[in-house]
């Protein structure tokens, strides 16, 4: 028997979330049982913790995005007893049990190889949120990041501070756009070289373009935000969008791709390829400095998710949540 947060429901829709004892033979089906040693806590956590948000489909369930372990036990040729793995994506903690356990069952095909540098710990300081912004960076990388500040939205959530500390780490003059004043320090600690207030940046203009500001974008938040951020854009730059937090409409014209240009990219990590995942890992062991991870970290155990599901929905998470499952 191991600890799980398992998420009931009732018959009139009502959710509860505790930590209980279940044996291995509850787990689903897979070919690699994986000993878990951290998880995180996303915004998909949070909806899969309370309400469900439309993405668990079974209950009892087992949330969870992200896990990073040992391997136990391997119907696999590629894993073996005692290889360090990490898992995102893949709807693992929405459809599939996730990582809020000691012990998950998975397919091979939806674990990685913990890449040299990186232990399970900061494997999930960075988690599927740094694994987005990386991504997101690899994307702006590949069409060409333009001199002048790279501007980075929802900064100081989870995805945003990853993409300001490799931003910033690769040399680039982050600007980091927060509605909390007092996340700051925060930034600037991670390399932000300019806060932007949200309020200056957040509302919709009549004029299509403005001030050519922006080399590159990592957008957490979309919405009317989004949509200010594209008129504000370097000729022929490109935005990575990896968020809604603002909202999913995008209350904008076609002026920027059509007179300046403009890339919109947009970044999925729950199904990337294998290989683009492995490329991702690895530039994540490398042009992530560690020492800033720490920074970012928020410890918690399984019995605090239930109270972070619900802060995280409200806006109140900051950083990264590293969930230890076995204290």
């Known amino acids: 028997m191991f600890n799980a947060l398992v998420v009931e429901k009732t018959?009139?829709?009502?959710?509860?979330?505790?930590?209980?004892?279940?044996?291995?033979?509850?787990?689903?089906?897979?070919?690699?049982?994986?000993?878990?040693?951290?998880?995180?806590?996303?915004?998909?956590?949070?909806?899969?913790?309370?309400?469900?948000?439309?993405?668990?489909?079974?209950?009892?369930?087992?949330?969870?995005?992200?896990?990073?372990?040992?391997?136990?036990?391997?119907?696999?040729?590629?894993?073996?007893?005692?290889?360090?793995?990490?898992?995102?994506?893949?709807?693992?903690?929405?459809?599939?049990?996730?990582?809020?356990?000691?012990?998950?069952?998975?397919?091979?095909?939806?674990?990685?190889?913990?890449?040299?540098?990186?232990?399970?710990r900061a494997a999930m300081a960075v988690g599927t949120a740094g694994f987005t912004a990386m991504l997101a960076v690899m994307a702006l990388e590949d069409h060409g990041i333009k001199d002048g500040p790279v501007l980075v939205t929802g900064a100081a959530g989870g995805v945003g501070s990853v993409a300001t500390a490799i931003l910033a780490n690769l040399g680039h003059e982050v600007a980091a756009v927060t509605g909390r004043p007092e996340t700051a320090d925060y930034l600037k600690g991670l390399g932000a070289s300019r806060i932007v207030a949200r309020d200056?940046?957040?509302?919709?203009?009549?004029?299509?373009?403005?001030?050519?500001?922006?080399?590159?974008?990592?957008?957490?938040?979309?919405?009317?935000?989004?949509?200010?951020?594209?008129?504000?854009?370097?000729?022929?730059?490109?935005?990575?969008?990896?968020?809604?937090?603002?909202?999913?409409?995008?209350?904008?014209?076609?002026?920027?791709?059509?007179?300046?240009?403009?890339?919109l990219l947009g970044i999925d990590s729950v199904m990337q390829p294998y290989a683009n995942r492995l490329r991702a890992w690895e530039r994540i062991a490398r042009d992530l400095p560690l020492d800033k991870l720490e920074a970012m970290i928020q410890p918690a155990t399984l019995a605090d998710l239930p109270d972070l599901g619900r802060g995280i929905l409200k806006g109140q998470v900051r950083g990264r949540v590293v969930v230890d499952v076995n204290a």
Not at 200 to 218: Q, Y
Not at 222 to 236: I, S
């Open 200 to 263: 200056e940046i957040n509302e919709t203009v009549k004029r299509p373009l403005e001030a050519e500001t922006w080399g590159g974008c990592v957008d957490a938040v979309g919405g009317e935000m989004l949509a200010r951020v594209l008129g504000q854009m370097q000729y022929g730059a490109s935005v990575a969008a990896v968020g809604l937090a603002g909202g999913a409409g995008l209350p904008a014209t076609v002026i920027p791709f059509l007179l300046r240009g403009v890339n």
């Open 11 to 120: 018959e009139d829709g009502k959710t509860s979330a505790s930590v209980r004892q279940i044996s291995e033979d509850q787990l689903p089906e897979g070919d690699v049982t994986v000993a878990v040693d951290y998880s995180t806590v996303n915004y998909k956590d949070g909806l899969c913790i309370g309400p469900g948000g439309g993405l668990v489909r079974n209950y009892p369930h087992v949330p969870g995005i992200d896990l990073a372990g040992t391997v136990a036990a391997s119907e696999d040729a590629r894993y073996k007893p005692g290889d360090k793995v990490v898992l995102t994506g893949w709807r693992v903690g929405e459809v599939h049990w996730g990582g809020y356990a000691q012990k998950a069952r998975v397919k091979a095909d939806w674990l990685v190889p913990l890449p040299a540098g990186l232990d399970t």
